[in-house]
């Protein structure tokens, strides 16, 4: 598959970052600056060379440039290739909170929502003090509109507005979500409101669910 030209001022930050390094560290290097400049197809083909060949897993950079392949996979529609790398990257740096974010995603997009939501669930075991919890909260909340468990997806997004110093403004659209969805309406309601004085660019996203919900506009 043909890969997108890099932009000239990238190519030379490229050249420049890079210099005369070793062979597969120009390769992790231009896979970044492809996933970066959006080419994700290039960046795909880059990172899997990078991560490939005899002593791949010697390689500093292999555990980020297998995480990279894994993104730019996401990005091209291939969930199903994305999951096994980021659960194996899951496995082999379980302290860090990014390669669980992208796996929950990944089985999202396969239409796994309650291995993902086991995924969120230990992520926040592991992961209590982490600033990017209001992802895991938010990504949960899809899986679990997803598998119809409405109720324990109202309480979690609760437990997450909770938890947070400062939740997204996500978390309270999905709360609104579950409220709406168990009938009451006017809770719904008045989380969307909460939302939209929290963030007024949200507002566009509160009149599309509600009229997505069949009630005309909260506002």
């Known amino acids: 598959m043909a890969t997108t030209p890099l932009h000239t001022d990238t190519l030379t930050r490229f050249h420049e970052a890079v210099g005369d390094g070793a062979p597969f560290e120009r390769l992790f290097a231009e896979a ?17 060379a990078a991560t490939e ?27 199903d290739e994305a999951v096994p ?21 990944a089985l999202l997009a396969c239409g796994r929502p309650g291995e993902a939501h086991l995924i969120h669930e230990q992520a926040l075991s592991r992961h209590s003090e982490h600033d990017e919890l209001g992802a895991i909260f ?17 309480q979690w997004c609760e437990r997450g507005i909770a938890a947070l110093p400062s939740p997204p403004v996500q978390l309270h659209l999905n709360l609104a979500t579950f409220h709406f969805r168990l009938g009451d309406k006017v809770a719904a309601r008045q989380t969307l409101l909460a939302a939209v004085a929290a963030d007024p660019e949200q507002a566009h996203v509160a009149h599309t669910n509600w009229a997505d919900w069949g009630d005309g506009s909260p506002l």
Not at 32 to 41: I, K, N, Q, T, Y
Not at 85 to 102: E, N
Request: charged share 25%; proline share 4%.
């Open 32 to 48: 970044s600056v492809r996933l970066a400049e959006g080419d994700a197809a290039g960046a795909e083909g880059a990172f899997a």
């Open 85 to 105: 790398i980021f659960a194996a990257l899951v496995d082999a740096r379980p302290d860090l909170l990014a390669p669980s974010l992208q796996l929950g995603l």
């Open 138 to 154: 938010a990504d949960g909340a899809v899986a679990l509109d997803a598998l119809e468990r409405w109720q324990e997806g109202r």
């Open 53 to 79: 060949g005899e002593g791949a897993m010697d390689r500093p950079f292999f555990l980020k440039a297998w995480h990279g392949r894994g993104l730019a996979l996401l990005e091209l529609g291939r969930a």
